[in-house]
């Protein structure tokens, strides 16, 4: 994965073109020729800037996968009672997800069918089970409701906070829009307190 | 969209088969060769149950919206505090895509291209519409919290309450099997009240 530092610029919005492509067509779906024709490259152009389609989805992937993985090592994530540290997970994920939208949106619609997909879904349940022992651990600390089961919670956090990828865009229509540091509040107060006064 | 009764557990199981294909398939990319395919007919037959794809289409989008506003129509949904209202029409809902999940998670799926769609994204707008009129009359009666925005609240509510198409297998793996009573209620009171102790 080089990327000489004198082709860097293009090869970061060659991505973004990419990324729009997989997202909208389908990464199966995504010949080098659609990449060629949304990028206004020649094919061969675009040989050399890159091995293939998949080393542009690997490239695409890690943009949401690293952050993600980054936010669980930051200090508030790995000291403290665990509602505490699911809670500033649950944050900065939001934060992330708002960051890194279309490049989440694409890690969400993987399908497993190369082996850079696979990576990617192994990344999605690694990710899924970090969060998965924070909300145990929490229940087990006596912090979350009795009446609610760790592993349904987990699913439910993880269905809002992955919607966001469907209506979130941060400089879009009056109610879809909203800071990422806001929109972060507004997930963690619903889901640790509820909308109810 | 009239069916003769003596076809009708026919086109109910054909619909069961046309659900499937479509929802793996796109409703876009199945042909009436796949359906035929799929459901073990002559393409001949198939014409013998229905005119097209598209009536097929229209028949399963009913079997996901015509409960849903059946459940904005119920005594509990039309009268009382808003809030009582909102949390019964979330508990309710959450009871039919339990109820419909195939259908549900077709309806999630529909793009516009054609008029079945297009009338069912009407309908879905005009459910959030329902829904998201009920969370702004409880704000105003002082029973959400005032730290929330009603418009956010309404789309992390179907955030969470459409992710259940994504993962909920009422006969499924161990963690994704709950009766679809007590699903409701997991979703009532991590959305009302929160997951903290």
Do not use: C
């Amino acid at each position: 994965m080089t990327v000489p530092a004198r082709r860097r610029y293009d090869t970061e919005s060659l991505l973004e073109v990419a990324v729009a492509v997989f997202t909208e067509r389908g990464y199966d779906g995504t010949s080098m020729e659609d990449l060629a024709h949304a990028s206004g490259l020649s094919k061969s152009s675009l040989y050399h800037h890159i091995d293939g389609k998949e080393q542009l989805l690997r490239l695409a992937l890690e943009r949401a996968v690293e952050p993600l993985f980054a936010v669980t090592r930051e200090p508030r994530a790995v000291s403290g009672p665990a509602i505490a540290r699911l809670e500033y997970v649950v944050r900065r994920e939001v934060e992330v997800l708002a960051d890194r939208l279309p490049y989440v949106a694409l890690l969400l619609r993987v399908h497993g069918n190369t082996e850079v997909e696979r990576w990617a879904l192994e990344q999605r349940r690694a990710f899924d089970k970090i969060v998965s022992a924070l909300v145990a651990e929490a229940a087990d600390q006596g912090d979350v409701r009795v009446d609610l089961d760790p592993a349904v919670v987990t699913r439910l956090l993880f269905g809002m906070i992955n919607s966001l990828v469907e209506w979130y865009r941060p400089d879009g229509a009056r109610d879809a829009r909203l800071a990422p540091a806001d929109l972060a509040s507004s997930i963690v107060r619903l889901a640790f307190d509820g909308l109810r006064r």
